[in-house]
């Protein structure tokens, strides 16, 4: 029974560290979609502030101020 048990444990081992493996990948891609929106939140923010900036210049400039 000694070869059951240790075919056993190294299976039980390697379905653990398959499991941790597939664990850490999807953390790291949850990771990365978080950093892409926050990237695309950010040049949204920064678009919309030019184009904020754009329209006052414009304003401006009609009224001659």
């Known amino acids: 029974m000694g ?3 240790d075919a ?3 299976a039980e081992t390697a379905g653990r ?4 493996a597939a664990e ?3 953390d790291r891609i949850g ?3 978080d950093e892409m929106q926050a990237e ?3 040049r949204k923010a920064e ?4 184009a904020v900036k754009a329209k006052n210049e414009a304003n401006e ?3 001659g101020d």
Do not use: F, Q
């Not at 560290?17 to 941790?20: A, L």
């Open 3 to 5: 070869i059951m048990d």
């Open 8 to 10: 056993k444990d190294a």
């Open 17 to 20: 560290k398959i499991k941790d």
């Open 24 to 26: 850490d990948t999807a």
């Open 31 to 33: 990771d990365k979609i």
């Open 40 to 42: 695309g939140d950010v």
């Open 47 to 50: 678009a919309e502030r030019d």
């Open 61 to 63: 400039a009609m009224r």
